[in-house]
C-alpha cells in the first residue's frame, strides 16, 4: 500500500512549523513534500537588523533541508492548484514547470507587500520582506552617507541623508530605531558638514507609535525613538512620492532619496485564486484549519482567515504569532486526519510581546510584565535565541561581535534597486536582470494599482512580522510645491546602474483607509520565515514546543 502524499505550500512561519510537526508525528509512514521559492526559512523579526549591518544576513535563515531531514524540498512557485485533480502546478527556479500530487494539501504561503493608490509609491519605495530588499536597503543607506560626505550643495547633503519611513508597527518601528544607530555610525567615518547629522522620519496614519501594542509599550518605543533623533510623526503620511523627495498629508514636501515602505502586508494571491470562500483575501477555514468542502485541504498563517475562538466572530491576526502555533496545529491534524484521529482546534493565549529599538534598548512585556531599557533588551534577545530553529550561535556571536568592533560600512552591491520592486508577488526574489520576475500563473502582482489622479493615505500600525514571546523551538499630481522643485535627477535604478530612490520597507498597516489589517500583529513566535504572519513575540507556554 502506498503511503499519503502530503505538499505543504510555503515554509514560512506556519509552513515551516507545519512541516516539522508533521514530520515528527509521521515518523516516515507519509511522504511530505515542501514546496518553496528559497532553501531557507526566514527568521523574519531579525530582519531590520540585516538591514543595519549587525547580523550577516545567512544568520537569519534556516536551511530546509537541514533541519526537515524527512522532508523532500521542491524549490518552486505554485502557480495553480486543481483541487478537484489533486494536484499542485508550480514553475521552478529555472523556469522549468511542475506538478505535485497529493492526497493532503496545506496552504501556508503567507503575504506578500501591501500597495495603496498613493502616486510614485510603487515607482519610488521598496517592501521589506525578504532578504534582497534588507540587502539592498544596507546598501542603499551607505552609498547615500557616502554620496552626502563629498556633496558639495548642502540641499543635495540634506536629502540624501534623510531617510523615510512609513508605517509605525513593528517592522517600520524597528527599521527606523536601527536606520537611526547605523547611520550616525556611518557619519563617523564619513563626516557630514558641520552641524548636519543623518534624519529618520517615521510617518504613520495612527495616533501612536505601535497601536497594536499596550500603550505603555508604545510610550516607551516613542520615547527611545525621539530621544535618537527620529522625527516621529504620528497623524501623518505620504500623500505623492517623487524621484526627489515626498509630499505629506500634512502638505510639506521633504527632499529625500529613501522611502522605506512598512505599511502592511495582503494574503498571497495564491489563496484567492482557489475559488473557495474568502475573508479579506484570506481563505475561510475552520478552527481546526480545515478548508469546509475540501477535507483533504488545510491552510494556515496569513493565507488563512482563522476563527478566533478568544473572540467570537472574529479572525486571527495576520501575524508570525499565529502562523508559528496555527502550523503546530496544522502538522497534528493532518496527520490526525490520516488515521481517523479526532482533530483539535486552534486556541491561542497571548504570553507577550517584544520590540527590539537597537543597542541595548527594547520594549517588552513577557507575561504582561513591562519592561524598557537593559532589561527589556535582554529578554529581546533571549527569546530570539530561544525561538530561533537554528544558527543560535552564530547570532550570539555577531551580537557579540557588534558590540565590540565597528560595524563595516561597506557596499556589496549585489541587489540593486530595479532588482527588488515594491509591486511583486515574490518578495522573497529578486528580479531577474533581464527584468523578468518569476511569478505564478494566474495571480496578479499588483494589489492595487497606483494612479496619477488618486490620492490615498499610507502608513498604518499594524506590521507582518511578529513579535510575540512564542515557545522556543531547537508583510501626479503636483502642487505648487512639488511643481517649483528643481527637475529631478534621472534615475538609476536600470539594470547596471546605480540603485534609485526606491527603498524598501513594508510592512503590515491596520489603519490604512481602505486597506485590510495589517498582519504584522504581534506574533508569539517569531521562528517561522517569509510569507508567513510578521511579528510581536509572545512568550512560550508550558508544554508547548
Request: aromatic share 4%; with cysteine; charged share 25%.
Amino acid at each position: 500500500m502506498s503511503r499519503p502524499r502530503i505538499v505543504i505550500v510555503g515554509a514560512g512561519f506556519a509552513g515551516y512549523r507545519t512541516a516539522r510537526t508533521l514530520a515528527r508525528a509521521a515518523r516516515g509512514r507519509a511522504d511530505i513534500t515542501l514546496l518553496n521559492p528559497t532553501d531557507y526559512f526566514l527568521y523574519l523579526p531579525l530582519l531590520p537588523q540585516v538591514a543595519a549591518g549587525i547580523l550577516e544576513p545567512r544568520r537569519v535563515t534556516v536551511s530546509l533541508t537541514g533541519t526537515l531531514p524527512d522532508v523532500r524540498l521542491v524549490l518552486g512557485e505554485a502557480g495553480r492548484i486543481d483541487l478537484d485533480g489533486r494536484t499542485v502546478h508550480y514553475t521552478g527556479p529555472e523556469g522549468e514547470a511542475g506538478t505535485l500530487g497529493y492526497d493532503r494539501l496545506v496552504l501556508a504561503a503567507g503575504s506578500v507587500n501591501k500597495l495603496l493608490p498613493i502616486p510614485g509609491v510603487a515607482e519610488h519605495a521598496h517592501g521589506f520582506r525578504g532578504l534582497p530588499e534588507a540587502l539592498y536597503l544596507r546598501d542603499h543607506v551607505t552609498r547615500q552617507v557616502e554620496l552626502a560626505s563629498s556633496a558639495d550643495d548642502a540641499a543635495l547633503c540634506t536629502a540624501r541623508c534623510t531617510f523615510v519611513v512609513v508605517g509605525a508597527g513593528y517592522t517600520g518601528t524597528e527599521v527606523a530605531a536601527h536606520g537611526q544607530l547605523f547611520t550616525d555610525a556611518l557619519v563617523r567615518a564619513h563626516p557630514l558638514r558641520k552641524g548636519m547629522r543623518p534624519r529618520w522620519l517615521l510617518l504613520d496614519v495612527a495616533e501612536r507609535v505601535l497601536p497594536e501594542l499596550d500603550r505603555r509599550l508604545s510610550t516607551t518605543a516613542d520615547r527611545v525613538l525621539r530621544e535618537r533623533g527620529v522625527d516621529v510623526r504620528m497623524g501623518t503620511s505620504v500623500k505623492e512620492a517623487t524621484p526627489d523627495g515626498v509630499l505629506l498629508t500634512d502638505g510639506e514636501f521633504v527632499d529625500t532619496r529613501t522611502l522605506v515602505w512598512c505599511v502592511g502586508v495582503r494574503p498571497d494571491p495564491l489563496a484567492e485564486s482557489l475559488g473557495l470562500p474568502m475573508e479579506r483575501g484570506r481563505l475561510l477555514v475552520e478552527p481546526t484549519l480545515r478548508v469546509p468542502g475540501r477535507p483533504e485541504v488545510f491552510a494556515c498563517g496569513d493565507a488563512a482567515a482563522v476563527p478566533d475562538l478568544e473572540k467570537p466572530g472574529a479572525y486571527t491576526p495576520m501575524t508570525a504569532q499565529h502562523a508559528w502555533r496555527q502550523g503546530k496545529v496544522a502538522g497534528h491534524n493532518v496527520a490526525a486526519s490520516l488515521t481517523g484521529r479526532e482533530l483539535r482546534p486552534y486556541r491561542h493565549k497571548d504570553m507577550g510581546f517584544v520590540v527590539d529599538l537597537g543597542g541595548v534598548k527594547a520594549a517588552a512585556n513577557p507575561l504582561g510584565v513591562p519592561l524598557s531599557g537593559l532589561p527589556a533588551g535582554a529578554v529581546t534577545r533571549g527569546y530570539h535565541l530561544a525561538a530561533m530553529p537554528g544558527n543560535r550561535v552564530r547570532v550570539a556571536a555577531d551580537w557579540l561581535l557588534d558590540a565590540v568592533l565597528p560595524r563595516q560600512g561597506v557596499q556589496l552591491g549585489l541587489v540593486r534597486s530595479w532588482s527588488v520592486p515594491l509591486d511583486t508577488a515574490s518578495p522573497e526574489l529578486a528580479r531577474m536582470p533581464d527584468g523578468r520576475e518569476r511569478q505564478r500563473d494566474a495571480t496578479s502582482t499588483a494589489d492595487v494599482p497606483a494612479t496619477t489622479g488618486q490620492r490615498a493615505l499610507g502608513g498604518g500600525g499594524g506590521d507582518d512580522t511578529s513579535r510575540t514571546i512564542t515557545s522556543p523551538t531547537p508583510e501626479p499630481v503636483k502642487n505648487e510645491q512639488v511643481a517649483n522643485r528643481p527637475a529631478p535627477e534621472p534615475a538609476k535604478n536600470q539594470p547596471g546602474g546605480e540603485p534609485a530612490k526606491n527603498q524598501p520597507g513594508a510592512e503590515p498597516a491596520k489603519n490604512q483607509p481602505g486597506g485590510e489589517p495589517a498582519k504584522n500583529q504581534p506574533a508569539e513566535s517569531r521562528p517561522g520565515p517569509g510569507p508567513a504572519g510578521d511579528q510581536p513575540r509572545p512568550l512560550p507556554r508550558e508544554g508547548e514546543q
